[in-house]
Structure formats: C-alpha cells, structure tokens
C-alpha cells in the first residue's frame, strides 16, 4: 500500500531553517509528482510546493525564494528545505501524491509540525 512517512519538523526561532523529509514506499516513486501541504490551526489546507516527475517545481507566493523542494529517486524521498522561517510559517506539514487508479485519489502523510516561535 501506499505509505508516506514525514520527518524533521520542530521548534525553530524566527529566521531559522529546518529541512522536512518525506520517505515513500508502495508506489513507483519516480512515476509521480510529490507535493508539500500545510495546514494551520484554524485555517484550511494549502499547497506550498510542488515537484514534478522531471524536476519541474511551483511554490506559493508565501514561501518562493525561501524553500525549495527537490527529490531523490533513488533513496524515494521529497524533501523541503526552509530558510528564513516567519512565525506564519507554523504549521503540520503534510506530504502528498496524486494518484489516479484504481480511481482519482490522494495519499498523505501523517503530518509533522513545524514550530517558529522564540
């Protein structure tokens, strides 16, 4: 089945970094585009980055410039490295795949939390 496990979360101060781990198992990894949620208390989920099969990525407005997503095929890993981290940042992040068999559907992680806060 497939499995998403996310890791590296934590309490980092204001204009700290923190690198996010995603290791997948289940699926043909390479075969798939990997995304970044996050989702605040109170506040919907959103998507903050995403990576193509090919390596292409897209970012929202609120984190372009400061992470960056990128993959290893071999090890089956999404990472998301963050820099310049802002209290807004605080949120469980979430690791996702979009698959469409045997229909339509996504797969997350269990989620990690990522604290900015002095």
């Known amino acids: 089945q497939v499995q998403l496990v996310e890791s590296g979360g934590g309490l980092v101060q204001p204009g700290g970094s923190l690198r996010l781990s995603c290791a997948a198992s289940?699926?043909?990894?390479?075969?798939?585009?990997m995304s970044w949620y996050r989702q605040a208390p109170g506040k919907e989920r959103e998507l903050v980055a995403t990576?193509?099969?090919?390596?292409?990525?897209n970012y929202a407005d609120s984190v372009q410039g400061r992470f960056t997503i990128s993959r290893d095929n071999t090890e089956r890993t999404v990472y998301l490295q963050m820099n310049s981290l802002k209290p807004e940042d605080t949120a469980v992040y979430y690791c996702?795949?979009?698959?469409?068999?045997?229909?339509?559907?996504?797969?997350w992680g269990q989620g990690t939390q990522v604290t900015v806060s002095s």
């Open positions: 990576i193509s099969i090919g390596g292409s990525t």
């Open positions: 289940g699926f043909t990894f390479s075969n798939y585009a």
């Open positions: 996702n795949t979009r698959m469409g068999w045997p229909r339509r559907a996504d797969y």
